[in-house]
């Protein structure tokens, strides 16, 4: 069966910090992966996601970075944290060509001071 | 602007009563939704979902209703548990994306 690993699950980061969040899934291959962030007590934003190795879709201007450096990889980077950054992380992953259904992973909740 | 917005924030039910959870969407193409469970600080879980050419699916004590041209979509859960108190996302597949609402939050009472 797939799962889906995402780590670290709670992160305290100074302003002005480096980021790197790590995201694998096992148990599938050639998935569609994403990056989606929720702040506290609201919907699910869409952040970045990916098709392929190397390939990233950006949705949204902001401070974050991801990459794909392995099929079943996916990162989310950022060189220098801000406060607004803090929230909820989640990546999650659906089957090559089915965009729909999403399986998530059990997120990061980020605070940025 | 396009948007998939759920109608209440908020539902409080008894315990062993049903549950209705109601979202609307705007845009008239979109052609598969979902329904998404999320409990306090873990990811979201799939409960069910439903293409656009079909008006109801049935799950496990969940049924979900489409109703495409008033574009609404509902969430009913039979004989609502403790174990069902959490925020449930409608979401809509746009153009590959899928787009959520804000959630609305169910609380059981005993």
């Known amino acids: 069966s797939q799962t889906i690993h995402q780590w670290p699950a709670t992160l305290v980061q100074p302003v002005g910090s480096p980021l790197s969040l790590e995201c694998t899934v096992e148990g599938t291959s050639n998935p569609n992966l994403y990056w989606y962030r929720q702040a506290a007590g609201r919907g699910l934003q869409l952040l970045f996601y990916s098709v392929g190795i190397g390939q990233i879709s950006s949705e949204v201007p902001q401070n974050l970075s991801a990459s794909r450096p392995q099929d079943r990889q996916f990162i989310l980077s950022s060189k220098k944290l801000l406060l607004s950054d803090s929230g909820f992380y989640l990546c999650a992953w659906s089957d090559r060509g089915h965009f729909g259904k999403l399986f998530f992973g059990s997120g990061t909740q980020l605070s940025v001071l | 602007g396009e948007s998939v917005g759920l109608h209440l924030p908020t539902l409080s039910v008894q315990e062993g009563d049903n549950s209705i959870i109601n979202c609307a969407y705007s845009n008239s193409a979109s052609d598969y939704f979902i329904w998404y469970k999320q409990e306090s600080g873990k990811g979201p879980q799939f409960i069910i979902d439903i293409r656009s050419n079909m008006d109801k699916r049935q799950g496990q004590r969940v049924t979900v209703l489409l109703n495409k041209t008033v574009k609404h979509l509902s969430l009913q859960i039979a004989a609502t548990q403790p174990g069902d108190s959490a925020v449930y996302f409608c979401?809509?597949?746009?153009?590959?994306?899928?787009?959520f609402g804000q959630g609305t939050e169910l609380s059981v009472k005993p």
């Open positions: 979401a809509e597949n746009r153009g590959g994306k899928l787009i």
